[in-house]
């Protein structure tokens, strides 16, 4: 954990720079020193569960300097929840892992979506079909996680505005609204649709209109 922690530090230093900045190459050290820690654990620990979703991050937050990093947290979150979680012999034997799996689950799907984000904003325009699949419901499986629910939702107007779906955007907005979520998130969906929206007017009106 405390690779993973300078990791993160180190990736906030290099925050803008290129990819191959000092920054960045000092950034892309401490995550791969973060995995290999990580990977240390071994099957059958406490801790191995949460290692899985930990490694997963670090390819996540590589992205921000090789995108292909990218997919392979995507790769790895879903085996997570798709693999692991409903093989029972995985389940966790006491409170403590049980509170595990709660916070990892939550965290491997919420950021699952958000590496297929990644890679739209990267060119792969097929990744937002799967950010749409990834976060469909995500209100609804995790009712306590509000602020997540509220950025999974911004992000499923975001990819309908770049699948040029004005409508689904749209009702996503209205349903978005209903929940009343904080003006953090108001600001950010608001702006995304005017941008859209402002941009169509212009396109379909003369200089003077």
């Known amino acids: 954990k405390a690779d993973y922690n300078n990791a993160k530090r180190t990736s906030k230093l290099a925050a803008g720079k290129d990819s191959d900045s000092p920054e960045a190459r000092t950034a892309l050290t401490a995550y791969q020193k973060a995995i290999a820690s990580f990977q ?58 049980r509170k595990i799996r709660v916070d990892s689950v939550v965290r491997a799907d919420f950021y699952r979506g958000r590496a297929y984000r990644k890679m739209a904003r990267a060119g792969d325009l097929s990744a937002w079909e799967k950010l749409l699949g990834a976060f469909e419901g995500f209100g609804d499986r995790y009712p306590d996680q509000e602020d997540f629910s509220h950025a999974s939702m911004t992000y499923r107007i975001e990819a309908y505005i770049a699948l040029d779906e004005r409508r689904h955007a749209e009702t996503e907005y209205d349903l978005f609204l209903a929940t009343k979520p904080k003006a953090i998130w108001i600001n950010s969906a608001s702006f995304s649709l005017y941008r859209y929206l402002s941009a169509k007017i212009v396109d379909g009106l003369d200089e003077k209109a």
Request: hydrophobic share 40%.
């Open 40 to 97: 240390r654990i071994e099957k059958g620990s406490p801790s191995f569960e949460e290692s899985m979703v930990k490694i997963a991050l670090c390819h996540f937050h590589l992205a921000d300097f090789q995108i292909q990093h990218a997919e392979k947290a995507a790769e790895m979150f879903s085996q997570y929840l798709e693999e692991w979680i409903p093989n029972p012999e995985n389940n966790p034997v006491d409170a403590r892992g």
